[in-house]
């Protein structure tokens, strides 16, 4: 059982804004871990979209952005494209069981 | 180009140990931290394990610890993860990822372990 919650389903249409809460607790994201997010296409590996809360690695389009306050971290889609449909993680460290954790994982779906 | 390429996967039967292995190119092996995640067909990620680049930090999750090993060879630029007396659960993809600035940054196309008598 993940320490990092998701919505299990967010649905938009093209071009509109999503959001992915990931709520922690102050033993991951509450403690000041960085929080990171990942996207996976189906039937790929996944891709890191988002570092260090609000990062972006290069090639990744200004499209996505990350945010953090308290125990919770978001991700935000803006102008949503078909090409997103895909599963989407955050990812965190854990401090009370010494390791990484990973959100319970959240599936856009593009109308 | 940076590459890793999971190896190692199959059919095997419980209580039967398997090695996983990760071959890396296109950078510096022994300059980056690397980790196990996996994920059952259909299911979220789980992260397994992690290893500095100089193996004197390692960690398991609480759901492998005991049975499974983590080990690198950075002479032969190679990631490893022995699993013993494995378990219907243990069944999954296996993706070795390199840490980068933070976060993991590169992943392999991931190995399939299946379980099952």
């Known amino acids: 059982q993940s320490v990092l919650t998701q919505p299990p389903s967010v649905f938009g249409a093209p071009g509109q804004r999503v959001t992915i809460s990931c709520t922690g607790s102050?033993?991951?994201?509450?403690?000041?871990?960085?929080v990171h997010w990942y996207q996976q296409l189906p039937r790929t590996a996944p891709k890191l979209l988002i570092y260090?809360?609000?990062n972006r690695p290069s090639g990744v389009p200004d499209r996505f952005s990350g945010s953090k306050s308290g125990t919770s971290a978001s991700l935000a889609i803006t102008g949503l494209q078909a090409d997103d449909e895909a599963d989407y993680y955050c990812?965190?460290?854990?401090?009370?069981?010494?390791?990484?954790?990973f959100g319970t994982g959240t599936k856009v779906t593009v109308l | 180009e940076v590459q890793l390429v999971e190896s190692g996967g199959g059919l095997v039967q419980p209580g039967r140990s398997l090695r996983l292995s990760c071959a890396a190119s296109?950078?510096?092996?022994?300059?980056?931290?690397m980790h196990w995640v996996r994920q059952a067909p259909g299911k979220g990620l789980e992260w397994v394990s992690g290893?500095?680049?100089?193996?004197?930090?390692?960690g398991y999750a609480d759901s492998v610890k005991g049975r499974f090993t983590i080990s690198r060879d950075n002479a032969k630029n190679s990631l490893y993860l022995h699993i013993n007396s494995l378990r219907p659960e243990d069944a999954a993809f296996y993706y070795c990822?390199?840490?980068?600035?933070?976060?993991?940054?590169?992943w392999g196309q991931g190995t399939l372990v299946t379980v099952s008598s």
């Open positions: 990822a390199r840490v980068g600035l933070a976060g993991f940054d590169y």
């Open positions: 296109g950078f510096t092996f022994n300059d980056y931290a």
């Open positions: 290893i500095s680049w100089n193996s004197n930090s390692i």
């Open positions: 102050t033993s991951n994201i509450g403690a000041g871990f960085d």
């Open positions: 260090g809360d609000s």
């Open positions: 990812q965190s460290y854990d401090s009370s069981l010494s390791g990484y954790v």
